[in-house]
């Protein structure tokens, strides 16, 4: 562990509090979080701690050729590995602050190559690892598999759909009954550990025409896994071939099977997240036409206004989180179409996150004028109605 930082100029920024703690140690690194916190409530342009939670593009590359996924719609996107010299770079200069990691949010994370060096590497910076993983490789034999439940803090499980029929035509390349067996293997394994060393077990789930309905079922599946939390999205439509299985489109069915959703969870004691119902269910006049299994509804007085200020969820990425891609972009948050910030093979990473174009996006965040994708975030407008006429999608 070095004794100071990397670059000499973060001390400037550093309260008294900070300096006089050991660099990288535990209490250095609770410090620092409580900094983050404080320029987070502050919304402070000029953020005077470093993030506390990192994720890296370990690998763009995934097993699975999911149909509303953008590795699989840009026959261009590329399948690439994290540079070393970049991985070092973070490890040198944001790991003594960090409490977490994850690894790549746009691959799937086992598929990451030395796999054993990143896990070596977080023992010893006294940090946990976060994954967001489709199950299909999680209980493979490996040699660091045992290290790997030994460094995990949270592992994400995401599944869409309840049924073999509707998960297989999602997660094309994956098999409903292996993942779940994968799954319950792990959950099994999990309550093996001590319970202070137990990783949360949470799940997300995509909600969407072909998957709504079997939301309830999830839930009832994820209570007999004994799992932490599930996290409903909405689909993203970031390309024009999405627009069919958004329920911006169809949204009484959306409404229906959300209040079901709800309703099982409460009885079996599941925390969920879920987007907000719609207010307006008529729906926006382009919509495409209704799914079989739905009736039009009465149109509504329109939604609620468009709004700004700090929402529910308050946006911890500007302030807390950074997302590093393979070959050295700095990249706020994982909303599809956010552009680089900087690059840590040009800039320190001191001068990228405390630049012009971050101060410039914390400055706006919760005004009447987010910039970027900021404008149709989900945190900001937790359903497409809120977001306009922009919905939640992206480029097309």
């Not at 100029?9 to 250095?28: D, I, K, M, T």
């Not at 470093?50 to 026959?75: R, Y």
């Not at 706020?332 to 800039?347: E, I, Q, R, V, W």
Request: glycine share 6%; hydrophobic share 40%; charged share 20%.
């Amino acid at each position: 562990m070095p004794a100071a930082p990397s670059d000499p100029r973060v001390l400037e920024s550093w309260p008294p509090e900070l300096a006089s703690l050991p660099f990288g140690s535990p209490e250095f690194k609770a410090a620092n979080a409580r900094l983050a916190a404080e320029d987070e409530a502050a919304c402070a342009p000029f953020a005077r701690a470093m993030p506390t939670w990192i994720n890296l593009t370990s690998t763009t590359a995934c097993n699975l050729k999911c149909f509303m996924c953008n590795q699989f719609l840009d026959p261009n996107s590329p399948k690439e590995m994290m540079d070393e010299d970049v991985y070092q770079r973070v490890v040198r200069e944001l790991y003594p602050y960090a409490k977490s990691m994850q690894l790549s949010a746009f691959g799937e994370p086992l598929m990451t190559p030395k796999m054993d060096q990143k896990l070596d590497d977080l023992e010893r910076h006294g940090m946990k690892l976060e994954m967001v993983s489709n199950g299909t490789l999680m209980m493979r034999e490996s040699r660091f598999r045992e290290q790997m439940l030994r460094c995990l803090e949270v592992v994400t499980f995401s599944m869409d759909g309840a049924t073999r029929a509707t998960y297989n035509s999602v997660r094309t390349g994956a098999d409903f009954d292996e993942v779940t067996s994968n799954i319950s293997r792990f959950a099994e394994r999990r309550l093996e550990m001590p319970p202070a060393q137990r990783p949360k077990m949470n799940f997300n789930f995509i909600l969407m025409r072909r998957t709504v309905a079997e939301a309830p079922k999830f839930v009832e599946m994820v209570h007999r896994w004994g799992g932490d939390l599930i996290t409903f999205n909405h689909l993203v439509t970031f390309h024009p071939s999405l627009r069919g299985e958004s329920l911006n489109y169809c949204r009484a069915y959306a409404n229906e099977w959300q209040d079901r959703t709800r309703e099982v969870a409460k009885a079996l004691g599941v925390n969920i997240l879920i987007p907000w119902n719609f207010t307006d269910v008529g729906g926006p006049p382009d919509a495409p036409a209704a799914a079989p299994s739905e009736s039009p509804a009465p149109a509504k007085a329109a939604g609620s206004p468009r709004p700004c200020g700090p929402p529910p969820i308050k946006c911890m990425f500007l302030w807390q989180r950074v997302y590093i891609a393979p070959f050295g972009d700095v990249v706020p948050c994982c909303l599809a179409g956010m552009p680089s910030f900087g690059n840590l093979a040009k800039s320190s990473f001191f001068d990228v996150w405390n630049g012009s174009t971050y101060q410039d996006y914390r400055r706006h965040v919760f005004t009447a004028r987010p910039l970027g994708k900021c404008k149709t975030c989900y945190l900001i407008y937790p359903n497409a109605e809120l977001a306009g006429a922009e919905g939640f999608e992206y480029g097309a």
